[in-house]
């Protein structure tokens, strides 16, 4: 039996990240213990997936604390304040890192009559809650999601939606998880996901060290695939999901969503509620990032581009809601119109 995968998690005073970036080569963990080497963590994408960027970020803040030299409140919170900041300008497009910035500072202002000690332990705790409540939630919508897979079913994904882009367990990937858990045949098909290659080094990493049947195809694969009655199920990850179900997700999405529909294929998105913004709504307001050309001119030190060649490099693509044929959550599966459902969902969550 394998040891489950932890992307991110709290050790001797220190913040541990798996290098992401080494994978599938090297299993390689560095050791954080200032915000702003946190921050700079996200941005080179040592840590990457929604879910997993929340939860880094709120340790990011809790380290703030831990090594700001403040002795009253007021200074602490003025300095994770500032961390709070820089941690927010790392990635614009996953909400869940905003989401989990949020809830710190929620938990650093309710304390800001205590002791500093107690504030730093209660960012501390907090930090540590919602990396156990992503795990806990991703294991959730594995359970639902898995109602929906066939018994061989053989299921498609794009980029990495699994343990190492969240707390644990996976989102997409926790949906083929959870049908393998239940006995269930899964064969699955993993986009390569250019530039940055999460589902031929990450996703396909996951999936062969868990014993589950993985194949490794192109991005451009996907349609003659689909065509020739390959694919019976697709299931992507999220980073935003607005209040009509429009949905960003990595770059190539789209293109798996509209492929799917004219191939008649179920498209699924499975996503805690985390990653669901109820306050922007639809997708033509989700900030997408751009980032840098060198990820698309140059694979590790080899040039592919002739020098003078514009490149275009957003990382995300939004799939409008039309094309989703049901959100799977912690909270069950939603299904259009998801305007009424997600809604419904968060007013559940308030009872
Ligand atoms: O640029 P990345 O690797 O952070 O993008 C990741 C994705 O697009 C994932 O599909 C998404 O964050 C969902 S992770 C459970």
């Known amino acids: 039996v394998t040891s489950p995968i932890a992307p991110v998690r709290w050790e001797h005073d220190r913040l541990i990240l798996l290098d992401q970036r080494l994978l599938p080569g090297q299993e390689l963990e560095r050791a954080y213990a200032r915000w702003e080497d946190v921050a700079d963590a996200i941005r080179t994408l040592v840590v990457r997936g929604a879910p997993a960027i929340g939860v880094t970020a709120a340790f990011g ?198 492929l799917a529909r004219e191939h008649n294929i179920p498209f699924y998105v499975a996503a805690p509620l985390s990653t669901i913004d109820l306050n922007t709504p639809d997708g033509d307001h989700i900030p997408i990032e751009e980032r840098s050309a060198r990820e698309v001119t140059h694979l590790g030190g080899a040039q592919l581009t002739p020098e003078g060649a514009r490149v275009r490099n957003p990382a995300f693509d939004v799939t409008p809601h039309r094309l989703i044929a049901g959100i799977i959550t912690e909270r069950g599966i939603f299904r259009p119109p998801y305007t009424e459902s997600l809604a419904r969902a968060f007013a559940a969550q308030a009872c």
């Open 61 to 258: 803040v809790a380290l703030a604390a831990r090594s700001s030299r403040a002795t009253d409140a007021g200074a602490l919170l003025g300095d994770v304040e500032i961390a709070l900041k820089g941690l927010a300008e790392t990635r614009p497009t996953a909400v869940n890192l905003f989401w989990a910035l949020d809830r710190v500072r929620r938990v650093a202002e309710a304390a800001r009559h205590q002791p500093v000690a107690d504030i730093r332990q209660r960012l501390l705790s907090e930090a540590q809650a919602i990396l156990d409540e992503d795990v806990a939630a991703n294991r959730a919508l594995g359970d639902h999601g898995a109602t929906l897979v066939p018994p061989r079913a053989r299921i498609l994904t794009h980029c990495n939606a699994g343990a190492l882009a969240t707390a644990g367990y996976g989102t997409a990937l926790g949906v083929i998880r959870g049908a393998v858990e239940r006995g269930k045949r899964i064969t699955v098909l993993a986009d390569e996901t250019r530039p940055f290659l999460q589902g031929a080094r990450l996703t396909a990493w996951e999936l062969v060290r868990d014993g589950i049947d993985t194949t490794v195809i192109t991005d451009n694969m996907s349609g003659a695939m689909m065509r020739q009655g390959k694919v019976d199920l697709v299931v992507v990850g999220a980073d935003r999901i607005a209040a009509n179900g429009d949905t960003a997700n990595k770059i190539g999405t789209y293109t798996v969503a509209v």
